[in-house]
């Protein structure tokens, strides 16, 4: 065995100790899918998210920002923190993605890759890296497909060789020549699960999704109104979505991790739709800070809890969200006009002495539709 494929060995025997599911090595080039990625970028699947079209360049290539790039060192962390009905869950546990439940998965992911990048440089003094954990212009999924840790679902989710798509994804690009492994076949066969489970239709054909119509999309990188026509596609979802995931027949074998960093914390288990409501910048830094949840910002998670409120009928959130009609914020104020107009009564009566006040042109027009309603 030679020294680099002794180090290979030595890096996923560490990834291992580390507690990464599973780890594989990758060519680093230009990607099959980099044609595909800007049809999708040109077609507007990527909807505001601007800065996937800034890096595309680096997304299809990364030796485009990283020339001495050679092989990457793909890592993977399993998640599920359960199993079974979602709406079980203690509090907002039910409304958010499973894998936003505990701490942020880009802390505990990035102190594990930075621990296995020092163990490689140790191993291998002056080599060169660029770690990164759902952060960076690459194309993590391309990379750990070629590194073998799995293929695409027609969710375009990547599904491991155990049949797991509860998975987060860590990235090691480097400058040594590592020997790389094989990728690993596509057996999702004739299956449309999840296409055929996806509420918006945003599986547009098998591995196409258009972002503008994902659950998870609006929810989190949306970031100002959600257009009133799409409100009820968020149905009870407050961050994220998972059913694609859930429908999967390769997930339904999966057993929770015993990762605690995964569980949900009290921040969710204890909390309610209510609770969000009167949210100020400082209480939501305090209690989200160092979870998934800070991806949204305060507007995303009031907008979107005011929504989700309205969509399930939630009085008690509804009546606590009467306070959103004078937040600082119009997105928030534009929101909550839509939300507590569709629960009508003397909530309207509320939109109506908050109409009197506004300023903003754009926001009152949502109080007029929303009274008009």
């Known amino acids: 065995m ?57 997304r299809r290539d990364p030796r485009a920002r990283f020339a001495w790039a050679r092989t990457a060192i793909v890592v993977s962390s399993p998640y599920l923190p359960y199993r079974g009905d979602r709406r079980a869950q203690q509090g907002l546990a039910r409304n958010v993605a499973r894998y936003a439940l505990g701490e942020d998965y880009h802390d505990v992911m990035g102190t594990r890759l930075r621990r296995l990048a020092e163990f490689l440089a140790a191993e291998k003094p002056g080599i060169q890296m660029q770690p990164y954990v759902d952060s960076g212009p690459v194309l993590e999924r391309d990379l750990a497909a070629r590194a073998g840790l799995g293929w695409f679902g027609k969710s375009t989710n990547l599904i491991g060789p155990r049949g797991d798509s509860w998975i987060l994804l860590g990235v090691i690009l480097t400058d040594a020549e590592l020997p790389v492994d094989r990728p690993t076949a596509d057996h999702s066969g004739a299956c449309t699960a999840s296409i055929d489970a996806c509420p918006t239709a945003a599986i547009r054909e098998p591995y196409r999704v258009d972002s503008t ?45 015993a990762d605690v960093a995964f569980h949900p914390g009290a921040h969710l288990e204890t909390a309610t739709l209510a609770d969000l409501m009167g949210l100020d910048a400082t209480r939501f830094e305090a209690r989200f ?56 009564g003397r909530l309207r009566e509320a939109i109506g002495r908050a109409r009197s006040r506004e300023t903003d042109p754009e926001v009152r027009q949502d109080m007029d539709e929303a009274l008009d309603a």
């Not at 680099?4 to 080039?29: D, M, P, S, W």
């Not at 009133?228 to 968020?234: E, F, S, T, Y």
């Not at 991806?295 to 009546?319: E, M, Y």
Request: glycine share 12%.
């Open 289 to 344: 800070r160092r979870t998934p949840l800070s991806r949204s910002k305060r507007r995303g998670l009031v907008r979107n809890a005011l929504i989700v409120a309205a969509n399930t009928g939630d009085g008690r959130a509804l009546d606590a969200g009467q306070v959103c009609l004078e937040d600082s914020d119009p997105v928030i104020r534009a929101t909550a006009a839509r939300s507590l107009g569709r629960a009508g």
């Open 2 to 58: 030679s020294r680099l494929e002794q180090l290979a060995r030595g890096i996923k025997e560490q990834a291992a100790a580390l507690g990464f599911g599973a780890a594989g090595i990758a060519e680093v080039g230009p990607s099959p899918y980099g044609g595909f990625l800007q049809r999708w970028l040109d077609e507007g699947h990527a909807g505001k998210m601007e800065w996937m079209r800034r890096s595309a360049a680096e």
């Open 213 to 257: 119509r994902c659950i998870s999309y609006l929810t989190i990188e949306l970031r100002g109104t959600i257009p009133a026509g799409q409100h009820k596609d968020l149905d009870d979802w407050v961050f994220g979505c998972d059913i694609c995931q859930e429908v999967c027949p390769w997930n339904r074998k999966v057993q929770p991790t």
